[in-house]
């Protein structure tokens, strides 16, 4: 069986990022010509070569034109973007303005229609009107600027020079000033400060609206062009590095997405634009990153979404076409696309036919993430049955986190068994405040599938670490030092899961030795019906079913509890959710113990009336 360390792996993050400031500097490289940013002429023309081309069966680019056509459509017959904040993020109004400019400007380079560049017109008019961008966050004004860019660029040889001047002058006083007082001098010239030195999701997505915006004008702001990128290029490394060693996001999948979805676009444009990306792509684990994406989606297409991560399917994510493209992985192409709506105009820029599945492509069941401590297994790659597990051994103080070490979900039979249930509403009170946060049952331990000794939350900011790992054809398991997160009431807490008997059965097994006597809980949550029978549950969706045995050496009970929010958010209308949808099942030992070992056998009963043999629990040390 193959055996890996956390040690061992430990060295392949110890890489340092290129230095980017060796490359050369400024702007005289600079593309002259519009379109610049992502897309160029040449891209234009063979777009449109495409679109014009015979259907074959091996080409989806008719079906994506006519989504895309389709979602435009849609769009044209909404209001413009208004300044609305909700909380306190423009943000919405941002993203709308994003998404019907890309649409919009792309259905017009393709066909030529004057609807598609009035409606950019309407909502960039809209949008230029706003006193501001809503600089206190600054997502908000970057991804504005991010669309004035693309409106601008792509668009530069139809609009009239007054909407070239209006958007040059939004860019400048809107977007890119309020970048330099918000981050890149926000501590005093040249003393980046705020989102400028951020290690996570806000960096990749502020220099993007800021470097896309700079480019977009260059020619006309030549010298704030080049103080943006030299800033930028100082400030990305800062979150670049959050990708090594292996390619991992601990802010979990959905905000992987969202830092992908304005970090390609950066390099993008910049390769398109200058014709370099310095070095910024070569940072430690990005070029594995795709792969994340991969092993973080389940059988069921649902996301193993940890952090603040809501319960979403896969619907594709065209930026990975991109990414496959740089890094020459034909498989992403076939994850980018293969759940994808295809209305993205960057999806039919990007796209490849007749890409390799990951079965084809030799991707392995089972990859564990050593730099955020997150392991995902399964049976299979191509049968939507195949079992899967997603195992976090958690980062108590990581941005997005939850107070979540060796919380895990279960896919079965085409199923979730085991929920994750993702974030609550941003807006209730002092949700990213320290004091507050941990007041919320989805963020704190008590809605998490982890273990509570005494029913006390984890500790924060702690830490878990995946030890080891093993796999062969029969089963694949990793194993996680939980203790940091219990130092409270713990010497010593560890947790594996394993699937086994043919990766269809899981085992999650606890290894606990207390400072005194404490109540142990294990919980997990789920929107399976459930019936407890004295030792065991049996969980079930329409005449799918799951057994549920708990094995301890210590007497333990098998219970209901309620999964509402015991705190209820007050000083105004804001509540928690109420996790109507969801069911809590707890193994509950009947008396306290300073120590044991329990394990909860999840069987995926194919056929309910087979003979199930007996399970026997083994040390976590003997797992190997």
């Not at 999806?347 to 084809?360: D, F, H, I």
Request: glycine fraction near 8%.
């Amino acid at each position: 069986m193959e055996r890996r360390s956390f040690v061992s792996l430990l060295a392949a993050g110890a890489v340092a990022l290129p230095d980017l400031g060796a490359q050369e500097q400024g702007l005289a490289n600079l593309r002259k010509q519009h379109p610049r940013l992502i897309l160029t002429e040449a891209d234009l023309e063979r777009l449109k070569e495409l679109a014009a081309a015979p259907k074959s069966p091996e080409s989806r680019v008719s079906g994506m034109i006519y989504r895309l056509r389709s979602h435009a459509e849609r769009l044209l017959k909404e209001d413009p973007v208004r300044y609305e904040l909700i909380g306190p993020r423009l943000l919405t109004q941002s993203r709308r303005c994003v998404d019907r400019v890309y649409a919009f400007a792309a259905m017009y380079l393709l066909d030529g229609s004057p609807l598609w560049l009035q409606g950019v017109q309407r909502n960039i008019h809209a949008a230029a009107q706003f006193p501001d961008w809503n600089p206190s966050h600054f997502l908000d004004v970057a991804e504005m600027t991010h669309a004035f860019a693309i409106a601008y660029d792509w668009l530069y040889d139809a609009l009239p020079d007054a909407d070239k001047r209006l958007i040059r002058e939004s860019i400048v006083q809107k977007g890119l000033k309020p970048g330099f007082a918000t981050g890149y001098h926000k501590d005093g010239p040249g003393k980046p400060g705020g989102w400028a030195n951020t290690e996570h999701n806000w960096n990749q997505v502020c220099n993007g609206g800021m470097l896309l915006g700079a480019l977009a004008i260059a020619e006309d702001e030549p010298q704030l062009a080049r103080d943006v990128l030299a800033a930028a290029r100082a400030s990305l490394p800062h979150a670049m590095k959050s990708f090594a060693p292996d390619g991992g996001w601990v802010e979990g999948v959905a905000y992987w997405k969202y830092t992908l979805r304005y970090t390609v676009p950066l390099l993008a444009a910049l390769d398109s634009a200058l014709g370099t990306s310095f070095g910024i792509d070569q940072a430690p684990g990005f070029a594995e990153t795709g792969d994340f994406y991969l092993h973080a989606t389940g059988p069921t297409r649902l996301y193993f979404n940890f952090s603040d991560c809501a319960r979403q399917r896969d619907t594709g994510f065209p930026w990975l076409h991109w990414m496959a493209r740089r890094f020459d992985r034909p498989v992403w192409h076939w994850a980018a696309s293969e759940n994808a709506s295809g209305e993205h105009p960057l999806s039919l820029l990007w796209y490849e036919p007749n890409a390799p599945n990951p079965k084809a492509s030799r991707i392995p069941l089972e990859r564990t993430y050593f730099g955020i401590h997150a392991a995902m297994m399964r049976s299979s790659w191509d049968s939507p049955q195949a079992s899967y597990a997603g195992f976090f051994a958690g980062h108590n103080g990581a941005n997005h986190s939850h107070l979540e070490m060796g919380s895990f979900v279960f896919d079965a039979l085409g199923e979730r068994w085991v929920e994750e249930l993702g974030p609550d509403d941003y807006d209730l009170p002092g949700y990213f405040s320290k004091d507050q946060r941990w007041n919320y049952y989805r963020l704190n331990s008590q809605g998490q599938n982890v273990t509570l000794f005494g029913g006390r939350n984890q500790l924060s900011p702690a830490r878990g670490r995946i030890t080891t790992t093993g796999a062969n054809k029969e089963s694949a398991h990793a194993i996680a030092d939980l203790t940091e997160g219990y130092s409270d009431v713990a010497e010593s807490m560890r947790r594996g899961i394993r699937l086994m008997e043919g990766r269809k059965v899981l085992i999650i097994q606890d290894e606990f030795r207390l400072k005194g006597p404490e109540t142990y809980e294990f919980q997990m949550h789920t929107m399976a019906e459930v019936k407890i029978d004295v030792d065991r549950a049996y969980l079930g969706i329409g005449n799918r079913m799951v057994e549920l045995r708990a094995l301890s050496r210590h007497p333990v009970e098998i219970v209901l509890q309620d999964p509402h929010g015991k705190t209820l958010a007050g000083g105004g209308s804001k509540l928690e959710n109420p996790n109507n949808d969801y069911r809590k099942i707890v193994v509950r030992s009947l008396k306290p113990a300073a120590q044991g070992t329990v394990a909860v056998v999840l069987h995926p009963l194919e056929n309910p009336n087979a003979p199930r043999g007996a399970k026997f629990v083994r040390p976590l040390d003997a797992w190997d």
